[in-house]
């Protein structure tokens, strides 16, 4: 028995479900009925109830590409802050890929404090303790470009259905993007006027995530601002 | 200020015209603030309250520190300008004893074992006072958990009763808690139906408590429906024409 | 008020700021968008609450009975007092005032004071006993930079609030407020300089000053600001500035 629609908005305590359902994120059971836990929208697959939160803190997970903040150094590698409650370690042969001898190799090289890495979280404990990689193609430090930080929550509809918006956002604008799942979204381009577009419309993602129609509209809004660039 | 009125009802009616199970104008907005991961404004009768929520986040000392859980902090605090004798700005006892009862107040219903060794902070500021603000600042804490997305099993929504000339009254003003002879501030969990806050100065025969309780129970589902149209109405908005 | 500003940022902002661009698309002399809404506290004699793009400011206006400074018997006494709380950035710790909470209020109050905006000569009960104390009260609710823009503006948009204040035994007429005086603050970012800088242009900027003038554009009050240092020539180009600006923000207070 349900008592809340497919993408309708639930609110933390609401009786969204009674019966043998099978509850994941965003939602809790008590006895037989369902209750949303967070505000969101309430998602339904068969007997699978979760809901999808529309704000709250990024949390890490295994296989994430993230973009963090080196904010301490020790001597064997830095801590990034990754906007969220927990932090993000890097060791210097997980951002070089190879062994480094720390007598002979002085890791400051490497990274300073305030750079900008892109990194795939290898492992979280159940301390939360986060290990980042970031030796693969596209992954280490990041140079140039505008960041932008949106709600985490918000990162799969800046994606897209197998990345349907972010082709948008990057083909309509001229732009390159690379967005990290804790929000943090990096965009270069060679006119500034798009750039300033593409940020505006991330905005427009993050306001509008739980409406339909976006991809159309995020198109039609950059086509605008491109056509009057011209 | 003035002296005591003779009645403080007259007819069934309340100095401000309400009867006594009634709530003053009650008004919540969701997400005010940039800065803070949740917010949101409350005006009961003439009480003006902000609520902000940073969290969770990474928890500084270190040694506060829990393994497994998250740690539930919550300040309340009056800006000087709030009430009628400028308060000096800083902690005293009172609003001490206050931001201990509302963290209390949330305890059972955040799900604070999701966030190990993190914090979630409360803060709320009371910019116009008129007795209650503990139940306002309860109320817009409340939203504004909810606005940061911090998962909780419930909302809260809280409201006080009292009594004054031998009657019980709902969401009392500044005049009838000065000049009626008890003030009783409850918080509840709308769902459950429980009771998470409760304080009472005055005098209440058992029978008087059991039917202000009641009648304050009731006053907090009105509450409850306000807070739940707050949050709902952030993400009622039309999406913008390109 | 440590922040972190990435290294991303930091280039980002100076790149744009070598080619007189911002990173909002403001103009280097363009504020955001300003709103001055007064009267909303009504257990304050005056208050106004102020909007300087993402950052709100509310000042409250206080009047009260209470002693002279021995050296001015005669006249009320004015204190500014600011209050940087967690509640507007996760940088304000609780705790007493810190170094910023009180150069804002100092700064707020230098521009009030030294203009004269108000007639403290009037404010005398019982002359050596007992005058009026004004205490404007800065409450910063969200904080996206300039907070002494915000607060200087809210502070004079409360205090014009106020009128004939409700207070029992007040003998005057009207509030004797006589002046708009209006801070401008201004930040050099790899020489150039901007007016009402953002948080992230406040993270990264050499040095700020701050320029408080008057109706006849004459100056009250200054205040440098930053690590860095700024050039006589920059400094007469902020006067300018700052001059211009202050007209244009003077509208806000009717």
């Known amino acids: 028995m349900l008592y809340a629609q497919n993408r309708e908005v639930v609110i933390p305590g609401q009786l969204i479900a009674e019966g043998s359902h099978s509850v994941y994120g965003g939602a809790f059971k008590e006895g037989n009925r369902v209750y949303s836990s967070v505000i969101g929208l309430m998602s339904v697959r068969g007997q699978d109830i979760s809901v999808i939160p529309l704000g709250g803190r990024y949390m890490p997970r295994r296989g994430d590409v993230v973009i963090g903040v080196v904010m301490d150094s020790h001597h064997s590698g830095w801590i990034l802050d990754l906007n969220s409650p927990y932090v993000g370690n890097l060791f210097v042969s997980d951002l070089e890929g190879r062994k480094v001898d720390l007598d002979k190799e002085d890791i400051s090289q490497f990274l300073s404090m305030g750079d900008v890495v892109m990194a795939e979280i290898r492992d979280v404990d159940e301390r939360m303790r986060v290990l980042l990689d970031a030796y693969g193609p596209g992954m280490g430090k990041i140079r140039g470009g505008k960041m932008v930080e949106i709600s985490s929550a918000k990162v799969p509809r800046v994606i897209g259905k197998k990345g349907s918006m972010a082709t948008v956002l990057q083909s309509t604008s001229g732009c390159k993007i690379k967005v990290g799942q804790n929000g943090r979204i990096m965009i270069w381009g060679d006119d500034q006027r798009m750039v300033n577009a593409v940020v505006e419309a991330l905005l427009m993602i993050e306001r509008e995530a739980h409406t339909s129609g976006l991809t159309d509209r995020v198109k039609q809004f950059l086509e605008k601002m491109k056509s009057e660039g011209k | 200020m003035m002296g005591k009125p003779e009645k403080l009802i007259v007819d069934g009616k309340r100095l401000d015209g309400r009867g006594p199970d009634e709530l003053r104008p009650l008004k919540i907005e969701a997400g005010v603030l940039k800065r803070a991961d949740g917010s949101a404004y409350v005006e009961m009768g003439k009480n003006k309250v902000l609520a902000a929520v940073y969290g969770p986040r990474e928890l500084h000392p270190r040694h506060l520190q829990q393994p497994d859980t998250a740690i539930l902090r919550c300040r309340y605090n009056m800006a000087p300008f709030s009430v009628d004798d400028r308060k000096r700005p800083g902690p005293d006892r009172r609003s001490v004893e206050i931001s201990k009862v509302i963290r209390e107040a949330f305890e059972p219903v955040v799900f604070t074992k999701l966030y190990p060794r993190s914090g979630i902070d409360v803060f709320i500021e009371i910019l116009q006072a008129d007795a209650g603000t503990r139940t306002a600042g309860i109320n817009a804490a409340a939203v504004a958990l909810a606005d940061a997305g911090v998962p909780m099993r419930d909302l809260v929504s809280s409201v006080a009763v009292g009594k004054v000339d031998d009657t019980i009254v709902l969401d009392l003003t500044k005049d009838e808690d000065n000049y009626g002879t008890t003030d009783m501030p409850i918080a509840m969990l709308p769902r459950k139906k429980v009771i998470t806050l409760l304080q009472m100065d005055g005098h209440f025969t058992p029978e008087e408590f059991e039917r202000a309780i009641e009648m304050a129970m009731k006053g907090c589902e009105q509450i409850y429906e306000a807070q739940k149209q707050a949050l709902k109405a952030k993400y009622e908005t039309k999406p913008e024409e390109g | ?254």
């Open chain 3, 1 to 254: 008020m440590y922040e972190l500003v990435s290294t991303v940022k930091r280039d980002y902002i100076v790149d744009l700021a070598r080619q007189d661009k911002r990173a909002d698309a403001r103009a280097l002399d363009q504020y955001r968008e300003v709103s001055v809404e007064t009267g909303l506290i009504e257990n304050a004699q005056g208050s106004a609450l102020v909007k300087m793009g993402n950052t709100q400011v509310l000042a409250g206006v206080k009047i009260q009975r209470g002693e002279p400074f021995p050296d001015t018997p005669n006249s009320g006494v004015l204190m500014v007092n600011a209050e940087l709380r967690p509640i507007a950035s996760p940088t304000f710790e609780l705790g007493p005032p810190d170094e910023n909470s009180i150069e804002l209020a100092r700064v707020v109050d230098r521009g009030i004071r030294e203009s004269e905006t108000i007639d403290l000569d009037k404010l005398s009960i019982t002359p050596g006993e007992e005058v009026w104390m004004v205490y404007i009260d800065l409450h910063a609710l969200d904080y996206d930079g300039n907070l002494i823009d915000a607060a200087s503006l809210a502070a004079v948009a409360a205090l014009w609030n106020v009128k004939k204040p409700h207070v029992e035994g007040w003998t005057l007429e009207e509030f004797p407020v006589v002046k708009k005086p209006v801070a401008v603050t201004i930040a050099k970012i790899d020489g150039k300089l901007m007016v009402d800088p953002s948080l992230d242009e406040q993270n990264v900027m050499d040095a700020r000053l701050t320029i408080t003038t008057i109706e006849d554009d004459s100056i009250c009050a200054m205040q440098k600001g930053g690590i860095g240092y700024l050039t006589v020539e920059e400094i007469k180009a902020a006067c300018e500035l700052a001059r211009i600006k202050a007209a244009e923000l003077r509208k806000h207070l009717g």
